[in-house]
């Protein structure tokens, strides 16, 4: 089963940006493009959400409510998927989770799709 950490959480003001790592390590996969990619998040009070899904063939998916302002990117030679926020908002202030699925599931959102989760890092985004 994949293993998946998160970092790169932390405090920032509206306005500012923020990079997500995710290192994914498996001992039946040599890459994480063996997987469906993506990051989801979890605010207080609310139901977990997809916000951008990364597929092996290149296609990508972004929440509306991320689009234009987040970027999801892979460096494979180490195994590690990135999100790159910009243009923060209170609106962002979650825990944000590595997630990975099975290839065919690409690139849905739907939390229900994935089987394999870190354990998330915390964004917070003051006013």
């Known amino acids: 089963q994949v293993q998946l950490v998160e970092s790169g959480g932390g405090a920032v003001q509206a306005g500012g940006s923020l990079r997500l790592s995710c290192a994914a390590s498996?001992?039946?996969?040599?890459?994480?493009?063996?997987?469906?990619m993506g990051w989801f998040r979890q605010a207080p009070g609310k139901e977990r959400e997809g916000v951008a899904i990364m597929a092996g063939d290149g296609r990508i998916r972004y929440a509306e409510s991320v689009q234009g302002r987040f970027t999801i990117l892979a460096a494979n030679t180490n195994n590690t998927l990135y999100l790159q926020m910009n243009n923060l908002n209170p609106e962002d202030t979650a825990k944000y989770i590595c997630?990975?699925?099975?290839?065919?599931?690409?690139?849905?959102?739907?939390?229900?799709?994935?089987?394999?989760w870190g354990r998330g890092t915390q964004v917070t985004v003051s006013s």
């Open positions: 498996d001992n039946a996969y040599r890459s994480w493009s063996d997987y469906c």
């Open positions: 997630a990975a699925g099975s290839t065919w599931v690409c690139p849905t959102l739907e939390v229900e799709r994935y089987a394999h």
